[in-house]
């Protein structure tokens, strides 16, 4: 059967859904626009008790020892890093020198001089990245405190999301292709890029190299550090529902290949949030419960597609029968 035959296919309009069963009209509205699962995530764990005690209850030993530390160090360290800061921001050679955004006065002490595009501000540009990469230290030093019991955390709040949807393990089927013409995707290639991602020397290289001074830029450093981490992120979030179907490499690869920009901007989203400054701790586990809410609407169109493929082989069957019997009366 081929797939452009089926309303609701992916990439088709939202508001065309006159064939689509009235149970998954609101999945596949929701599936037009990826990013709506990361308010959801936040949604669901704001509003629904269980699943913001179970996660709080985890967590809240390690993140007050790790709130009182990055307290202690925030006070002690605030002055001296923000005039680090200041120094690299006004040095013509440094590459954080904002020339081509700002305009300091001849003594950078001097905030009321400062201006972004012309504009003044009220703060000074050196206050804001001394607090952008005093917050990613305290980040750092609480998530350290969580440790195990954070990832303990988001894969509780994807298991229970999971199970308020009233699904157990048999939801999850085997992968059906979707496409007739499946994307072609060179599968060595992508597990060597996969496998060296996910090695820790490369995290490092990448989050905290490359990623962390990028997302100093004052203003639009997050955004192009969620842009480089958007589909990695997603992946990452989608990781235990490819796991559910067990999927092989190969299929995951075709699959996110298919939705790529969906990815490209469920990641970006959920990239952005957590890469805020502490509270992005809170958005690692609400971007969990979005990335399971997700995976549920994909998996009911999963459902749907293998059904239609169903009724379609049973209807060629019947025809084939109904030829060959055809013939032998006619023999």
């Known amino acids: 059967m081929s797939v452009s035959r089926i309303p609701g296919e992916y990439g088709e309009k939202a508001s065309n859904l006159e064939n689509v069963p009235p149970t998954l009209q609101r999945a596949i509205m929701r599936l037009d626009f990826p990013p709506s699962y990361v308010g959801v995530g936040i949604y669901r764990l704001c509003t629904d008790r269980a699943l913001r005690v179970a996660a709080w209850d985890k967590c809240k030993h390690g993140a007050r020892r790790g709130a009182l530390v990055g307290f202690v160090w925030t006070c002690l360290t605030y002055p001296i890093q923000r005039r680090f800061v200041q120094l690299a921001l006004t040095h013509p050679g440094s590459i954080f020198s904002f020339s081509y955004l700002t305009r300091l006065s001849a003594k950078a002490s001097d905030i009321s001089e400062e201006t972004l595009l012309g504009y003044r501000l009220p703060f000074s540009i050196s206050s804001y990245v001394a607090v952008l990469f005093l917050g990613a230290q305290v980040t750092t030093i609480i998530h350290f405190f969580l440790a195990k019991n954070i990832r303990v955390a988001r894969q509780r709040a994807w298991d229970q999301t999971v199970a308020s949807r009233g699904k157990g ?10 496409w007739e013409f499946p994307p072609m995707v060179n599968e060595k290639r992508w597990g060597r890029l996969d496998t060296i991602a996910k090695t820790w020397f490369w995290k490092l290289i990448v989050q905290k190299v490359v990623l962390l001074p990028l997302s100093l830029y004052p203003f639009v450093g997050n955004f192009i550090a969620a842009g480089f981490k958007a589909l990695s992120t997603a992946e990452y979030l989608h990781t235990p529902y490819f796991k559910a179907k067990n999927m092989t490499p190969h299929q995951v690869a075709v699959f996110i290949e298919e939705r790529k920009w969906d990815y490209r901007a469920f990641g970006f989203a959920a990239a952005l949030l957590e890469g805020l400054p502490i509270v992005g701790l809170f958005f690692s586990v609400s971007n969990r419960i979005g990335a399971a809410m997700w995976a ?20 060629n069957g019947a025809d084939a029968e109904y030829v060959t019997t055809t013939d032998k009366k006619v023999d």
């Open 296 to 315: 549920h609407d994909l998996e009911k169109r999963q459902h749907w597609i293998a059904e239609q493929r169903l009724h379609a082989q049973g209807a």
């Open 169 to 178: 393990p048999d939801f999850w089927q085997p992968y059906v292709e979707e």
